[in-house]
């Protein structure tokens, strides 16, 4: 028998009547003999109106706190999932993350699934019961509520997958699968109909809203095969794939891009070892992710030195900077929120030259300014001002014929 995780993000359980339409979806496959369990997101827009009160009432809301609250949003989806499964005709039952064992560690707002204990799940399974999860949350050691970071419901599906060894992960979305670009800024994009696991993961990680990061992770650490489609249409998505296709790779499979970043630099810091430690230590202390990292080379005896972060995280990561500045007796510490990424994403780079080039080509035909560039083996990223996000990406969309 067939077990399936079908994950319904949070436009797809918008409305009562989406929920009751996922409610006949899940049915179909309970009723053809398969045992499915379900794993929702809150309803559309409902995190961001819980985040909005908290910043209402705390500038900086007590991370702990933020998390007893924003678990709120999934707990309604499941209970109200499960009512219209009953309404169908299908047994059926909802849990929250800590009723079934969600355990994570204990960094609150981005913290990471340890362990689930699929006991509970399976003897529902067992007893015919669809079981529908709240995604996006667990609890830690203590009993604490945790959740997952932004799209964390992704991961819970993910997890559950793994744990339960299910033959399948299907990430339903309200877009039919994976594209080589976002459609809303290059309305020619295409669907892929595969991908690899490291070309999804860079997508992700550079800001493709599709999967979270750490849903990909997961998936390609304990071999879960992952599949994107949409709750609204018919199709068959696009399938995360673990080997390289045998067949002549395309150099480049998408363009993924990031707004939620922001750039900090510190002027003037002493060229020698130990300093890059003591600048990125404390932000790392902090929890808050950096993620390029250029060091200039020393003009005199001091030397610059430029990092990005979330642009969420920018607040706290410049005053972090500002007093490593005063410690180090650097010239002056400078910031700027206005940037964004974006990013070429192939392993066919890896075979093929000449694509850096043709990137800074595409981009300076445009008249748009590379402020910072960074690569690896299957991807090329640069940040430029935001203003150039649209026109840049549709440049190179164009230079690497990805349209459909
Ligand atoms: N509701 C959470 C969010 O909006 C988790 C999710 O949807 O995956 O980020
Ligand atoms: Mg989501």
């Known amino acids: 028998m067939a077990l399936i995780v079908q994950k319904y993000g949070g436009t797809s359980v918008g409305s009562v009547e989406r929920i009751q339409s996922v409610a006949r979806k899940v049915k179909t496959v309970h009723d053809s003999g398969g045992q499915v369990v379900v794993v929702v997101s809150a309803m559309s827009g409902e995190t961001n109106r819980l985040i909005g009160l908290a910043h209402a009432i705390q500038p900086r809301p007590t991370p702990r706190e933020l998390d007893v609250l924003l678990s709120t949003g999934e707990q309604v989806t499941i209970a109200l999932l499960t009512m219209a499964l009953e309404e169908t005709g299908c047994p059926a039952r909802s849990y929250t993350g800590g009723q079934v064992h969600?355990?994570?560690?204990?960094a609150h707002n981005k913290a990471r699934i340890r362990d689930i204990d699929g006991a509970r799940v399976r003897a529902d399974l067992d007893a015919g019961r669809v079981v529908v999860v709240a995604g996006f949350q667990g609890v830690d050691a203590e009993g604490n509520i945790t959740t997952l970071g932004r799209g964390g419901s992704d991961t819970t599906a993910v997890?559950?997958?793994?744990?339960?060894?299910?033959?399948?992960c299907q990430i339903y979305t309200d877009v039919d699968g994976v594209y080589t670009t976002d459609p809303r800024i290059e309305p020619r994009a295409r669907r892929l109909d595969r991908i690899t696991f490291e070309e999804m993961l860079e997508m992700a990680s550079l800001g493709s809203k599709v999967l979270q990061i750490r849903a990909v992770e997961f998936a390609g650490k304990y071999n879960v095969p992952l599949r994107v489609l949409s709750s609204f249409e018919e199709g068959p998505g696009t399938l995360i794939t673990f080997e390289e296709d045998a067949m002549e790779q395309a150099r480049i499979s998408g363009i993924a891009f990031n707004r939620d970043e922001a750039k900090l630099t510190i002027r003037g810091v002493p060229d020698q070892p130990g300093v890059a430690h003591k600048i990125v230590g404390p932000v790392a202390d902090a929890n808050i992710e950096v993620d390029m990292i250029v060091q200039n080379i020393a003009a005199d005896t001091t030397t610059d030195f430029t990092f990005t972060v979330n642009r969420s995280?920018?607040?706290?990561?410049?005053?972090?900077?500002?007093?490593?500045?005063?410690?180090?007796?650097?010239r002056e510490v400078l910031g700027d929120d206005g940037i964004v990424k974006i990013s070429l994403v192939g392993v066919g780079m890896r075979s093929h030259s000449g694509i850096a080039s043709r990137m800074f080509a595409a981009l300076a035909a445009e008249g748009i300014n590379i402020q910072m560039i960074s690569t690896s083996e299957i991807k090329i990223s640069v940040v430029v001002a935001e203003k150039y996000l649209e026109l840049g990406v549709r440049a190179l969309h164009e230079a690497f014929s990805l349209a459909a």
Do not use: V
């Not at 969600?102 to 204990?106: E, K, N, P």
């Not at 997890?159 to 399948?168: C, G, N, S, V």
């Not at 995280?313 to 650097?330: C, N, S, V």
């Open 313 to 330: 995280d920018y607040p706290h990561a410049l005053e972090i900077l500002r007093r490593t500045a005063d410690e180090l007796g650097a």
């Open 102 to 106: 969600i355990l994570t560690d204990s």
């Open 159 to 168: 997890a559950m997958a793994a744990a339960l060894q299910a033959d399948e």
